[in-house]
């Protein structure tokens, strides 16, 4: 199962998504500031023999979701303005659920309420995994946070490590109270010796005297019992569609396309 995110930055990317459907052959589409007509995109991308469908939605209406599998495989547990959760349920898988997201940029928001509305949507999984039974879960958007934030690491937002060994441990003690982890493969993209080709999803400039460069605000996270299923080479930033690089000679996202570049998943396709 291969899934495709990305931020749009409101354009009108068809052209490109259509070019990273055909040489990546993806089954799910996740994005954000989409803006996109969805009859004209749909009549755009389904020129082939692949399909893709709108996966119906209620009140998620940062996100844009698509698939080219049956929508009766996916069953919608609960939304929010900013957030999806879903149950996968495909006959090439155990039950999973997929939840995906767009979390308040930064430019309007500060540290400490990013902090906070990260704990609200890790309270909407939670309650996901109880009342479905299940505990495997892919999250996966813009976070508008960098892995190392509070909102990622505290223990009652998505306390995601970057370790998977520790993750495996499923979850540790703290006052007495129990706190479940979550994986953060993308800690590896960080830095010019990083698995990918650049070290960031999004890049930032400025004439301030602190200055990141390179964010990782789009993210996955990974439940302990999922992550042997997601090989750290089925997770990729993307930089070329397969006809067109979306970062410029000099390694800077060409703007153009998006400010933001898109990721990768892929999960084996076997049984978990």
């Known amino acids: 199962m291969k899934i495709l995110f990305w931020n749009l930055n409101k354009k009108d990317l068809s052209k490109e998504i259509k070019e990273l459907i055909v040489h990546n052959d993806f089954d799910i589409l996740l994005f954000c500031e989409y803006e996109i007509d969805d009859f004209f995109f749909l009549n755009y991308i389904n020129t082939g023999t692949t399909i893709f469908k709108l996966m119906p939605?209620?009140?998620?209406?940062?996100?844009?979701?698509?698939?080219?599998?049956?929508?009766?495989?996916?069953?919608?547990?609960?939304?929010?303005?900013?957030?999806?959760?879903?149950?996968?349920?495909?006959?090439?898988?155990?039950?999973?659920?997929?939840?995906?997201?767009?979390?308040?940029?930064?430019?309007?928001?500060?540290?400490?309420?990013?902090?906070?509305?990260?704990?609200?949507?890790?309270?909407?999984?939670?309650?996901?995994?109880?009342?479905?039974?299940?505990?495997?879960?892919?999250?996966?958007?813009?976070?508008?946070?960098?892995?190392?934030?509070?909102?990622?690491?505290?223990?009652?937002?998505?306390?995601?490590?970057?370790?998977?060994?520790?993750a495996k441990r499923i979850k540790r003690r703290v006052q007495g109270n129990e706190y479940n982890f979550f994986y953060n493969p993308m800690w590896n993209f960080f830095g010019d010796q990083s698995i990918g080709k650049v070290p960031g999803t999004y890049l930032y400039s400025s004439s301030e005297h602190l200055q990141l460069d390179w964010n990782i605000f789009d993210q996955v996270l990974l439940s302990p019992d999922i992550i042997d299923f997601v090989p750290l080479k089925g997770l990729e930033i993307i930089t070329n569609t397969g006809k067109q690089d979306l970062i410029r000679a000099d390694k800077i996202i060409d703007n153009t396309f998006s400010d933001h570049l898109p990721i990768k998943l892929e999960l084996k396709t076997d049984k978990f």
């Open 57 to 166: 939605s209620i009140g998620a209406i940062k996100l844009k979701h698509f698939t080219k599998y049956n929508l009766k495989f996916f069953k919608l547990h609960s939304e929010s303005k900013r957030w999806a959760i879903r149950v996968i349920d495909h006959p090439f898988y155990s039950p999973f659920i997929l939840a995906s997201t767009h979390l308040p940029s930064k430019n309007n928001w500060h540290d400490d309420s990013q902090l906070i509305e990260a704990s609200i949507f890790r309270n909407a999984i939670n309650r996901a995994q109880v009342e479905t039974n299940i505990s495997r879960t892919v999250i996966i958007g813009d976070f508008n946070m960098n892995p190392y934030e509070s909102g990622l690491i505290s223990t009652t937002a998505f306390h995601s490590t970057q370790d998977r060994n520790i």
